[in-house]
C-alpha cells in the first residue's frame, strides 16, 4: 500500500507542479484568492508568484514532511501519536514492523487525499481566472474533505487494531518477551 501511494503522490506532485508551470504564463492579471462554501470565488488579488505557486509550494513541502515522517518510524516510533502508545512501543523491535508499515502506508494515503485536493483547487482557480465554470469541482473538494476524511479514519483504526493484533503475534514468538 506504501508503495503504490507513494507512487500515486509522485505523479500527483509532479502533475500539480507541471500545470502550475504551463498555466502560469496563459492566466489574467486577477486570479481568484478564495472560495466560499458554495464553490464560488468571493475574493481575487493581482497573479503574483506567491499567490498562484503557494498551493504547489505547500504540496511540495507537505510531500518532503511526510516522506520525512515514514523514513523515520521505524527509528522513532516514540514520535507516532497513537491512543495508546505503549502499545507500540512495549512491542520488540521486529515486532513493531507491521503497525510501523500500516502507519506507512496511512500516511501515503492521507498525503494522496491532500494531493488530489491541492490539485482540485488549483484547477478551480485557473479555470475561474480564465472565466470558465468551477463550482462543481470546489464542492467536489468540499466532499472529498468532509466525506472521505472520517472514513478514513475509521478505517484507520481498523487496520491499526488489526497490525498490533499482529505484532502482539509476531512478538509471542520472540524469545524473551513478555506482554505487559
Known amino acids: ?14 502533475g500539480l507542479l507541471g500545470f502550475a508551470l504551463w498555466a502560469w ?15 464560488q470565488a468571493d475574493a481575487w488579488g493581482d497573479k503574483t508568484f506567491g499567490s498562484w505557486f503557494m498551493i504547489p509550494g505547500i504540496a511540495l513541502l507537505l510531500t518532503a514532511g511526510i516522506r520525512w ?16 502508545k505503549t502499545k507500540l512501543t512495549d512491542l520488540p523491535e521486529p515486532a513493531r514492523t507491521p503497525v510501523l508499515e500500516m502507519l506507512s502506508g496511512f ?9 488530489v485536493i491541492f490539485a482540485l483547487i488549483q484547477l478551480s482557480t485557473y479555470r475561474t481566472a480564465m472565466g470558465m465554470q468551477s463550482q462543481g469541482i470546489m ?9 472521505a ?15 498490533l493484533e499482529l505484532g ?6 520472540l524469545p524473551n518477551f513478555s506482554e505487559k
Open 1 to 14: 500500500m506504501s508503495r503504490f501511494f507513494g507512487a500515486v503522490n509522485t505523479v500527483l506532485i509532479v
Open 25 to 39: 504564463p496563459l492566466l489574467p492579471g486577477e486570479i481568484p484568492t478564495h472560495f466560499g462554501a458554495n464553490g
Open 69 to 84: 515522517f515514514r523514513i523515520m518510524l521505524p527509528r522513532r516510533p516514540g514520535w507516532v501519536n497513537l491512543p495508546d
Open 107 to 115: 500516511l501515503a494515503l492521507i498525503q494522496t487525499q491532500v494531493l
Open 139 to 147: 464542492i467536489l473538494v468540499l466532499l472529498i474533505a468532509i466525506l
Open 149 to 163: 476524511s472520517p472514513f478514513l479514519m475509521v478505517v484507520f483504526f481498523l487496520r491499526l487494531q488489526g497490525a
Open 168 to 173: 502482539k503475534k509476531l512478538a509471542a514468538g
